[in-house]
């Protein structure tokens, strides 16, 4: 599902491809938690469409060069949020203002 203009639709993509040193996750669940309410309702507006959810459940479906085959199938649990602007800036939150 992609947020875009305020509306969840969902959105097919081409599969994708472990890079060197990649495990690929085949995501059976994602949570969509309070954090992504925000967005949902406008009140954090971010630009461009983007994907609700980063709580995420699933296996590891494919490997990239260098990992270690063991690893194929095993379960997987992630939590992950794309860096906010002041975050890759390498800036202080409290210098960040509004952004």
Known sequence: MVLQDGRLSPVLRPPLQ???GEILVKVRACGV??????????DLPLGGPIVPG?????????????VDDSSLGSGSASSFRSP???CVRAQPWSAAGST
Do not use: I, K, N, S
């Open 18 to 20: 472990a890079g060197r």
């Open 84 to 86: 906010c602007a002041p």
């Open 33 to 42: 938690c309070r954090t992504d309410l925000p967005l949902l309702d406008g």
């Open 54 to 66: 980063h709580e995420v459940v699933g296996e590891a479906a494919g490997l990239g060069d260098g």
